[in-house]
């Protein structure tokens, strides 16, 4: 018994060991303070399927992409909503839902703990999106090559999913304390709703 329990907890540590060791790095595409970060995960581009990720809401309930299947969705990542270019960022999307066609989710993605998100959330007045957590699988952030290596925080970044689960839109906002282009990011998302739309 203890020679198959040794045998299986090694298997596990080498399983481990392996999975560390092949997951992918960037480097080069982002700086933070005028230094370049690590991101952790695979990069996807515009035309590439867009993986099925799994997140958190506030209870803890499990949310998937694949929950809004049929509908164009625009993720808007952020590294914390506690921080002012963050905060900013999801207001302001919250702010242009009702500018956008119906068929269209908005889905603000951090790894920040559901409690403080439902907190900003409240104090913020923030209600016309979803606001998501990567904090318990970094499914998202592992997925979607977001992760900060050594932060465990999510790289700035817009995407615009369509119906079909392609990505019509990505941008990878090279300067964390910079703003993404919000213009650009709601045009791709009402053009992609547009498509969508039964002929």
């Not at 230094?35 to 581009?45: R, S, V």
């Not at 299947?69 to 207001?91: F, H, M, N």
């Amino acid at each position: 018994m203890k020679k198959l329990l040794s045998l299986i907890l090694g298997g596990a540590i080498v399983a481990s060991s392996a999975m560390a060791f092949e997951q992918k790095e960037t480097v080069g595409l982002v700086v933070a303070g005028g230094k370049p970060i690590t991101l952790l995960g695979k990069q996807l581009y515009t035309g590439y399927d867009a993986p099925n990720f799994d997140v958190v809401d506030e209870r803890f309930n499990k949310i998937s992409l694949t929950d809004f299947k049929g509908r164009t969705v625009l993720i808007s990542a952020v590294p914390s909503l506690d921080t002012g270019v963050c905060s900013l960022q999801t207001k302001r999307f919250n702010e242009e839902v009702g500018n956008l066609p119906e068929n269209v989710v908005v889905l603000t993605i951090s790894a920040d703990l559901p409690f403080a998100q439902k907190r900003f959330c409240n104090t913020e007045g923030v209600d016309a999106l979803k606001v998501v957590s990567d904090s318990v699988w970094h499914d998202f952030g592992e997925k979607y090559g977001l992760i900060i290596k050594d932060m465990g925080l999510l790289s700035r970044s817009i995407f615009v999913i369509n119906g079909r689960g392609k990505i019509v839109y990505k941008e990878l906002v090279p300067d964390i304390s910079k703003h993404p282009d919000y213009d650009k990011a709601l045009r791709a998302a009402k053009e992609s709703a547009q498509s969508d739309l039964p002929i």
